[in-house]
C-alpha cells in the first residue's frame, strides 16, 4: 500500500500547528488570522483526501475499527471547530478541538493499523455509512459541549462565568442529539435488515440510549430552569462521560460479551 | 417552584413528589418480582389491540376530563417528566452494567428481576410511568397543534408511538429459525423459545448455497504455541509480494479450489477443494530461502504449512467471507412456488414472514449442504416504524432549528 498514515498524520499535525500559532498571535502578525486558518484548512484537507484514497484502497469504508473512528473523529473535530472559530472567533473552542484530534492522531501514530480489508457480511450495508457517520459528527459535537461545561465548571470558579456561554452549549448539544437520535434510528432500521429485529438491548444499543437518555435529560432540565447553571453543567459533564463509556469503554464492561458491535481494536 | 418552602404533596406537585413516586414504583416493582418470583408475561393479538385502544381512550378521556386540575398540569409537566426520564435512565443504566438474560442467573440480583430487566415489574412501571406523562405532554402541547409546535409533536408523539407500540406488540414478535436442506422443502422451524412451531404456512427448499470470500490470509505462527507471531497483514493472492517479520514472501501461485496430489496441488473444483498458495520466502538476514505449498485445508482435505527456521511455520488462514447467499425455492400455502435468494442484510418477505440468511454449516463452509434461515413476523412493525419516521422528521427538524424559540 503506498498510503502512508504516519506521514500524512505528521504533515496535517504540522499545519494545524502553525495554523494556531498564526491564530495565536494574530495581533502581532498581518493577516495572521487569515494565514491561520488556511493552514488548518489545508490540514484538514490532507487527512481528508487520506481517508478518501484509504476508503478506497481498503475497498471498504473506514469505519470498522476504532482507530478507524478515531481517524473519523480527526475530520469531524477541526471541521467543527473552525466552522464554530470563523463564525463565533472562539480561539479557545478552536484549539480545543485542533488539540483533541491531535491527540487522536497521535493514539492512532502508536498503535499502527493494517486497515485489514475484510468486512463480517452483516456490515456489508447501505446503512452503514449514514449509521456510522452521524454518530460521529454526533460525537463531535457534543464532545465540544462537554468541553464548554468543563470550561464553565472552571470559569464559575472564578466568578466569571457568563450565562451566554451555556446558550452556546446548549446549540451544539441539539444539534449533537439530533444526530445522536439519527443514529439510534438508523441503526434500529439497519437491525431490521441484518439481524430481523430492530431493537434486542444489545450492549451498545443499551449504553447508546442511555446516552440519549443523559442527553434528553439535560435537555428537559435546561428548558425548564435556565438559571441553575452549575446542575446543568454537571448533566453535560456526566453525560459525556456516559458517551465516553458507549463509545470506548463499553469493551471492557462485563456485559460486552456477545455485542454484535464488539469490533477489533 | 415557589420561594416559600410549601408542604409535601401540596399542589403544585414538584421534584420531591414526582421523585417520591418514581421511588415507590421501582421499590414496589422489586418487591414483587421478589415476592412473586415471576416475569412479565407478554400480551399477544388481539389482547394487546384492545387493552391498546383501551390505555389511549384513558389517557384521552383522562386528560380532556380532568386538564384543569393540577394532578394533570403535573403529570404533564417538566418535573415529572425528568423524574420518569431520571427513572427509565436507573433502569438502562443497571442493564449497562449487569449481564442480562443469562441463562443461570441466581442471587438476590437474580431474584428482585434485575438479571432481566426488560421482562421485570420495575421495569413495566417504568414504562407506564414514562408514557403516561409522555402521553398527558404530547396532549397538552397538541390540542390546539400550533405550527410553532410541530416539531415537539414529532419528537415527543413518535418516541410514544413507537415506545407504546413496541412495548404491546412484543408478545406478537415471532422469531423462527429453519434449517433448509436441497433433499426437501421443509415447513416447521423453532421459535426464539425453543418451541417447534410444526406449519410455518410456507416451505422453502435449498437449490444453493454460496459464499464469497475474501483472499486468505497469511500468518507466521510459533511451532509450540501455535500464536500468530506477525503484526503484517499479507494477502495470499497470486503475484502478491510483501514481507512479513523480515522475510521477503512472494506467491508465485494460487487456486481458489485445489487438491493436492503427487506431492503438489492441482486445481480442482470438487467438494472439499480448499485454497491453495504457493510461496517462496526469503529471509533478508540469512538470506535462506523457503518455499512450498500452503493451504488451509477443508473438513475433506488437511491443511499444509511451511515450516521456516527458528521454530516458526508460515500458515494460510481460513478465507473471511465476504457475503453469503442462499438461492431457494420457497412454496407459499396459496400454492405458488418461486426461487429467489437471501442475502444477509438482503431479507426477503413472503407470506407476512420476512425470511433473513443466518448460518450454515461452518464445518463445511462454502460446501455447506445447509443454509440457516431465519424467518420472523412482526404485524406491529408498520406502527412502530410509523413512530420511528416521526421520530426522524423530528430530528431533522430539531438539527435546523436548534435551541433557537
Known sequence: MYLNFNNTAFITIVLWIIGSLFILCDQKIKNGRLIGNLFTIIGTLVIIVFVIILWIEIERPPLRTLGETRLWYAVFLPIVGILTFIRWQYKWFLFYSLGLAILFLAINISNPENFDKTLMPALQSPWFVPHVIVYMLSYALLGVSSAVSAWGLYLIKFKTFKPELLNKADNLVYMGFSLLTLGLLFGALWAKEAWGHYWTWDPKETWALLTWLCYLLYIHYRYKHKQKIITALWILALSFIVLLICWVGINYLAVSGNSVHTYSD | MSNNRKIIWQYPWGYAESFIIAITLLILGFAINYIGKSTVSAIQLPVNLYMGIAIIILLLLFYFLFKKKPFVKW???????????????????????????????????????????????????????????????????????????????????????????????????????????????????????????????????????????????????????????????????????????????????????????????????????????????????????????????????????????????????????????????????????????????????????????????????????????????????????????????????????????
Not at chain 2, 231 to 254: P, Q
Not at chain 2, 259 to 271: L, Q
Not at chain 2, 371 to 397: C, Q, R, T
Open chain 2, 75 to 405: 403529570l404533564s409537566g417538566t418535573p415529572a417528566a425528568i423524574s420518569a426520564i431520571c427513572f427509565y435512565t436507573f433502569l438502562v443504566l443497571l442493564m449497562g452494567f449487569i449481564p442480562q438474560g443469562l441463562p443461570k442467573a441466581s442471587g438476590f440480583i437474580h431474584e428482585i428481576g434485575l438479571s432481566d430487566i426488560v421482562s421485570s415489574h420495575t421495569f413495566l412501571f417504568a414504562q407506564i410511568y414514562f408514557l403516561v406523562i409522555l402521553g398527558m405532554v404530547t396532549l397538552r402541547r397538541s390540542f390546539p397543534l400550533k405550527g410553532k409546535n410541530i416539531g415537539f409533536f414529532l419528537n415527543h408523539f413518535g418516541l410514544w408511538l413507537t415506545l407504546f407500540s413496541a412495548s404491546i406488540g412484543a408478545g406478537d414478535l415471532q422469531r423462527v429459525t429453519l434449517t433448509a436442506n436441497k433433499t426437501d422443502a421443509v415447513f416447521y422451524g423453532v421459535d426464539q423459545n425453543g418451541k417447534i412451531i410444526p406449519d410455518l404456512s410456507i416451505a422453502i427448499q435449498l437449490k444453493e448455497f454460496n459464499i464469497e470470500e475474501y483472499p486468505p490470509k497469511a500468518f507466521i505462527i510459533d511451532d509450540k504455541s501455535g500464536s500468530i507471531l506477525n503484526k503484517e497483514l499479507f494477502y495470499l493472492k497470486k503475484g502478491n509480494k510483501g514481507e512479513i517479520m523480515d522475510r521477503e514472501v512472494e506467491v508465485t501461485e494460487f487456486y481458489k479450489y485445489g487438491v493436492y496430489m503427487s506431492n503438489k496441488f492441482h486445481p480442482v473444483y470438487d467438494i472439499g477443494a480448499a485454497p491453495a498458495a504457493y510461496v517462496i520466502t526469503k529471509n533478508k538476514k540469512t538470506n535462506k530461502v523457503n518455499e512450498g505449498w500452503i493451504s488451509c485445508g477443508s473438513f475433506r482435505y488437511p491443511g499444509k504449512f511451511l515450516e521456516l527456521s527458528d521454530g516458526m511455520l508460515l500458515v494460510m488462514a481460513d478465507p473471511e467471507p465476504k457475503k453469503y447467499s442462499s438461492k431457494v425455492k420457497i412454496y407459499t400455502s396459496s400454492g405458488d412456488a418461486f426461487e429467489t435468494t437471501i442475502e444477509v442484510n438482503k431479507p426477503v418477505t413472503v407470506d407476512g414472514w420476512k425470511i433473513y440468511q443466518l448460518d450454515y454449516n461452518h464445518k463445511m463452509g462454502k460446501w455447506s449442504d445447509i443454509s440457516i434461515l431465519e424467518l420472523v413476523k412482526d404485524p406491529w412493525i408498520s406502527v412502530v416504524y410509523f413512530g420511528i419516521f416521526m421520530l426522524i422528521a423530528g430530528a431533522l427538524y430539531m438539527f435546523w432549528i436548534g435551541n433557537k424559540k
